[in-house]
């Protein structure tokens, strides 16, 4: 109280004055801290803290403290003028960050063209309002009041304008101790919007088209530009290896209507709008002069024809590339993508045989070995292949996950299954979302009730999640299962969505519908 009245200096009098020990007046210097800087005082929270040193038990976290808090202020708000481009990221990031991003206000800052339709776009909030539960959590890891997470993360925030000459304005965001988040503005009818941002795929495919069609030729090859400088080739060893994108599109070099819708469509995932661009890339193929560009476009045609699940048409591109590139992974992997969607196993494991026996420590094609049973519903032999994998001594952390999942789906939860889970999380020091999870339903399926509902807990702070997704319903789901709460297992299991735009034969829907299958059975009906 006399720091916030008097000032620092009268209060550390005081505390210098307290009975017992130096330590004694220490803590109280603490204490006192601790209540300046919930009262957002923060430079007389820093003096406070500093007067405490040197506090043995406490130095480093105390130090960290003071210089966060020397500088610190209160926030005040957003406050570039709406003719700065950087003003919609500013109030985009304070709106999710304080917990007031309101669709009014989505809608003022973000613009709707690089989404396909209204669904598109709803379908983007909540990803964007997903920022506002990563601060919520880390106002419950710190122990901070959630006003002084917001004051320290926006009051360290830097928004900068990248150098460019091109349409458009490349706009980067900076947190203290937060990799750099990348956004690409525009002027939209005299407004500055948001167009793209760090993980927009599709959307910079749509909205590029978008610009094309509308004539603003510039801006749509600069924000593509900007999409390729984020990205790096990484062809590696593979002929067709690296993002599609990455290939098709080179900064400062692509240009042109040609060039721009093909490089859109390497990213658009709507089915619609490939539709209408799948003629244009055929002709296109049609006219290819060297095998680079056959290779090129028959990826491109292949990627689509997936996307819209045509086996067949998938299938007659697949093999022009193995014809061309039989060493491929990325071919092979496609290839095989093709006959699982014609569902023409016999095919698949012919094309894998050969090669994993010339081969047969190869990660990627024990992958596809993988892909292949998964698809099949041979979970056996895909944790199998994984097996295979994680003996070989070069196994990924995803490696040790994807086998610990499939033996859910395999219906023998083992020691192995078990071990492998730790394993992933051990090798990513229990940060993941994924493995996590993963551990906690491997754990309620061997019926460690208390640790799958600790680590389901766990898996939904690494994830920013402030309630169960789908996923994690159906970790609950498990631990009902085995509290014979069958009801509530019902519920939960109900709760299980499938994932976005996903047909995948391990997702977790996959699993909840056996789930629910088995709680139907006679003896389950009590």
């Known amino acids: 109280a006399t720091a916030a009245t008097r000032g620092s200096a009268s209060a550390i009098t005081i505390a210098r004055h307290i009975d017992g020990d130096e330590q004694n007046g220490k803590d109280a210097l603490n204490l006192a801290a ?3 800087w919930n009262m957002r005082l923060y430079p007389q929270a820093a003096d406070i803290l500093t007067a405490s040193l040197p506090d043995i038990p406490n130095s480093k976290s105390i130090l960290g403290k003071i210089q966060i808090f020397s500088n610190l202020r209160p926030y005040k708000g957003a406050d570039l003028p709406l003719t700065d481009p950087r003003s919609p990221v500013q109030r985009l990031m304070v709106g999710a960050i304080t917990d007031t991003l309101s669709d009014a206000l989505l809608s003022e ?3 709707h063209h690089p989404f396909a339709s209204d669904l598109d776009w709803k379908r983007n909030l909540p990803q964007t309002k997903r920022i506002a539960g990563i601060f919520r959590n880390l106002s419950g890891q710190t122990g901070l009041p959630q006003v002084v997470v917001q004051d320290i993360v926006l009051g360290t925030m830097k928004i900068n304008t990248a150098p460019s000459k091109e349409a458009g304005w490349r706009i980067v965001v900076e947190f203290a101790g937060v990799a750099p988040q990348n956004f690409f503005v525009i002027n939209e009818d005299g407004t500055y919007k948001i167009v793209a941002f760090n993980e927009s795929f599709s959307e910079v495919g749509v909205e590029s088209l978008f610009l094309l069609h509308h004539g603003q030729e510039m ?9 390729r400088d984020l990205m790096t080739s990484g062809e590696g060893d593979d002929p067709l290896g690296g993002p599609l994108f990455a290939r098709l599109w080179i900064t400062g070099k692509s240009k042109g209507a040609q060039a721009i819708e093909l490089a859109a469509a390497s990213l658009v995932s709507n089915e619609s709008i490939l539709r209408t661009l799948r003629p244009q890339v055929l002709s296109i193929r049609n006219d ?6 056959r290779d090129n476009l028959d990826l491109l045609l292949t990627s689509i024809s997936l996307r819209e699940e045509d086996g067949t048409a998938a299938k007659l591109t697949s093999q022009q590339l193995l014809a061309r590139q039989p060493d491929s992974v990325t071919a092979v992997t496609l290839a095989g993508r093709a006959y699982g969607l014609t569902r023409d196993w016999a095919s698949w494991k012919a094309l894998l045989a050969g090669r994993l026996e010339n081969h047969p420590n190869d990660r990627g094609l024990l992958l596809q ?7 099949e519903g041979d979970f056996s032999l895909a944790r199998h292949a994984f097996r295979t994998i994680l003996d070989g001594g070069h196994a990924l952390p995803d490696d040790y996950n994807t086998y610990a999942w499939l033996s859910l789906f395999e219906g023998t939860v083992d020691d192995q299954a078990l071990a492998a889970a730790q394993q992933a999380n051990l090798l990513t020091h229990n940060s993941n979302y994924a493995y ?8 309620a399926a061997r019926g460690e009730t208390a ?3 600790q680590l389901l807990l766990e898996a939904m702070t690494a994830g920013y999640l402030e309630e169960p997704n789908s996923a994690i319903w159906y970790g609950f789901g498990r631990i009902y299962e085995q509290y014979g709460v069958y009801d509530a297992a019902r519920t939960a299991y109900r709760r299980v969505e499938r994932s976005e735009g996903s047909h995948s034969p391990t997702d977790p829907f996959v699993l909840a519908q056996s789930r629910l ?7 389950i009906q009590r």
């Open 369 to 375: 070995k993988a892909e292949e049973a998964e698809a």
């Open 288 to 293: 290819a002069k060297t095998d680079r560009e």
């Open 517 to 523: 299958k088995s709680l139907a059975t006679p003896q």
């Open 451 to 453: 640790q799958a509902r």
């Open 219 to 227: 801006e749509a090859t600069s924000l593509l530009d900007w999409k």
């Open 109 to 111: 800052c973000m613009s």
């Open 436 to 443: 996590l999870h993963t551990l906690a339903c491997v754990s």
């Open 34 to 36: 601790e209540g300046l």
